[in-house]
T-cell receptor
């Protein structure tokens, strides 16, 4: 079985400060890992993914994520947060034998204050 | 290229009724997956269809069913609606199923309210 944990329900950060959203996962074998963002009354927007290779993945809107196999983590980061980054962020894992089934974490609400 | 579209966007039903939701994937995408999002349970996988065949199924009762047509459009049906079925139903599409490069792109969702 695969699972994802996002230990923080909410992260508060001041505009211009670094933003980190934490994610740990559990899956058999090597994982495919994803980050999505959801704005109010919208679907999920894809930010970035880790498939294999370089542990630092760069994605949309200045976001990046670092894959750490030993810690089974895939934390999302942004060097300088914007007020417009305020949203709900979801980490997801897909096992290599799971077809397209994504297992999501519970989500982390990010609030960026001006 | 147009994104994933879902219809209707909002729906109000009463207990015991049935409902059908529709999803049109991104042009050229052959895999469609459905997810249920609720405040209590979060995002949960319902099922995936690829080339008109159900490839994967989540842990939902048989009241939840789906199908995919030859043009890759998909429908999901919920029969005998219960209050707990109130949720945002999200559809996602990808080119194929399970490949390492596959990324799912989500539609805006259908918000279902069961009274």
């Amino acid at each position: 079985a695969q699972s994802v944990a996002q230990p923080e329900d909410q992260v508060n950060v001041a505009e211009g400060n670094p933003l980190t959203v934490k994610c740990t996962y559990s899956v058999s074998g090597n994982p495919y890992l994803f980050w999505y963002v959801q704005y109010p009354n919208r679907g999920l927007q894809f930010l970035l993914k880790y498939i294999t290779g370089d542990n630092l993945v760069k994605g949309s809107y200045g976001f990046e994520a670092e894959f750490n196999k030993s810690q089974t983590s895939f934390h999302l980061k942004k060097p300088s947060a914007l007020v417009s980054d305020s949203a709900l962020y979801f980490c997801a894992v897909r096992g290599r034998a799971a077809g397209n089934k994504l297992t999501f974490g519970g989500g982390t609400r990010v609030l960026v204050k001006p | 290229k147009a994104g994933v579209t879902q219809t209707p966007r909002y729906l109000i039903k009463t207990r015991g009724q049935q409902v059908t939701l529709s999803c049109s994937p991104i042009s050229g995408h052959r895999s469609v997956s459905w997810y249920q999002q609720t405040p209590g349970q979060g995002l949960q996988f319902l099922f995936e269809y690829f080339s008109e065949t159900q490839r994967n199924k989540g842990n939902f009762p048989g009241r939840f069913s789906g199908r995919q047509f030859s043009n890759s459009r998909s429908e999901m049906n919920v029969s005998t609606l219960e209050l707990g079925d109130s949720a945002l139903y999200l559809c996602a599409s990808s080119l194929t199923s399970g490949g390492p490069e596959e990324t799912q792109y989500f539609g805006p969702g259908t918000r279902l309210l069961v009274l």
